[in-house]
């Protein structure tokens, strides 16, 4: 399994168990980061200095049982492609990976095809003297830039006045892989398939408890499954299928379509991924429908078609916090909540993530805000502790 940055989450041993695999993981990031948490099968842990190369190639070509090449990555998307078809082995990641990979042209081809974006410029090279009047004339403020490839929230920064603009243009200045796009409010939510050769299956959909910028600000971001008879749960599967053919439905893969419901724009897509989310939201997945994306993504892979049959489950929710553990432990062992809940430690320091399941969605969403309710109190009450 190639990684670079994306963590593996538990879908990894569900898709290959010890019993009928032999799985190491080759990496070209930090060793210490590869899984999500401590509930991830421990697989052989390979450092590289590049996936794409003929090291890695001669490696596989010496391996003397049948072998094969997966990834849940968005970063070794391409590598894997390459390594697959130079082992002579089917490719079975998007047909046409480009459009997937590069947000510019992900943009464009969901304009053709009638679907709401922010509206954008497009930063190649960085030119501060020219593109500066054009991003704030055509977007305004705040505005976000972002890396035209890329994922997991990473390069994205944002801009709230002329003055931070500025200073990111000239830090940036000649390079060429940037965007500007406009900022959004309003709820944001993502859609989840698999798609097997044109054949779209839609899996769930689910509301992000606030944007996914708050995790750069360390805030608690999670989600949670919605009813089906939410309003945007059928707007949202046929969104993301929508996009799937925009993009290109070739090949066998699972999606991951994030979109705001706006005010005065209806459903405007933000990005969308040829490959299972990270987080945990294959997790709720898994509980709400059964079918583990992380799991069906990498089966899929290996030319396995892995069962799409819905069961009727609990709803589920997830949260990432930037706070130890033990700390949240105490803090919901403290509060009168609905849910079951586990919560897990991260392979980042301090940092939590919690899976939520309850009968009743109103009882996640109530849940969710009285645990971040508690933990500020608790925060608040150590300062001044602290303070004393």
């Known amino acids: 399994m190639l990684h670079a940055r994306q963590a593996i989450g538990s879908g ?21 980061r590869v899984f999500r948490d401590a509930t991830a099968a421990r697989f052989p842990v390979h450092e590289i200095g590049d996936l794409g190369g003929d090291e890695l190639l001669e490696r596989a070509r010496r391996c003397e049982t049948p072998l094969e090449v997966v990834t849940n990555d968005e970063y070794c998307l391409e590598a894997c492609a390459s390594l697959r078809r130079r082992l002579g082995l089917a490719v079975r990641l998007p047909t046409d990976l480009g459009p997937w990979l590069d947000k510019v042209t992900m943009k464009r081809r969901l304009a053709d095809a009638s679907i709401a974006t922010p509206p954008f410029v497009n930063l190649s090279p960085v030119r501060p003297r020219n593109v500066g009047p054009k991003v704030l004339g055509t977007l305004g403020l705040p505005v976000v830039l972002k890396p035209a490839r890329g994922a997991n929230n990473r390069g994205i920064v944002v801009c709230r006045s002329e003055a931070e603009l500025a200073a990111w243009l000239r830090q940036h200045a000649g390079e060429d892989g940037w965007f500007a796009e406009s900022f959004l409010t309003g709820r944001l939510y993502h859609a989840n398939a698999v798609v097997i ?20 600000d360390g805030r608690p971001v999670g989600s949670l499954t919605l009813a089906d008879d939410h309003p945007v749960t059928v707007a949202g599967a046929e969104l993301g299928t929508r996009v799937i053919r925009a993009l290109g439905d070739g090949g066998s893969f699972v999606t991951h379509v994030e979109f705001f419901q706006t005010p005065d724009r209806g459903l405007a897509v933000i990005d969308a ?14 509980v709400r429908t059964g079918i ?59 940092a939590s993530a919690m899976l939520l399941v309850s009968d009743r969605v109103t009882d996640l969403a109530r849940d969710l805000r009285d645990l971040e309710r508690g933990l500020r109190a608790e925060r608040g009450g150590a300062s001044r502790r602290a303070g004393h």
């Open 12 to 32: 990894l041993a569900r898709a290959f168990p010890p019993s009928d695999w032999q799985v190491e993981i080759w990496t070209t990031g930090d060793p210490t």
């Open 197 to 216: 050769e044109g054949d779209i299956t839609s899996v769930q959909v689910g509301r992000y408890t606030r944007p996914l910028l708050a995790l750069g």
């Open 292 to 350: 583990h994306l992380e799991a069906v993504n990498l089966s899929l892979q290996v030319g396995r078609r892995p069962s799409l049959q819905r069961q009727d489950g609990p709803f589920a929710a997830w949260l990432w916090l930037s706070e130890d553990p033990a700390l949240v432990r105490r803090v919901w062992g403290r509060l009168a909540l609905r849910s079951v809940a586990t919560v897990r430690a991260q392979s980042t320091p301090v």
């Open 273 to 286: 991924a040829a490959r299972a989310p990270g987080g945990l939201v294959s997790e709720i997945a898994a």
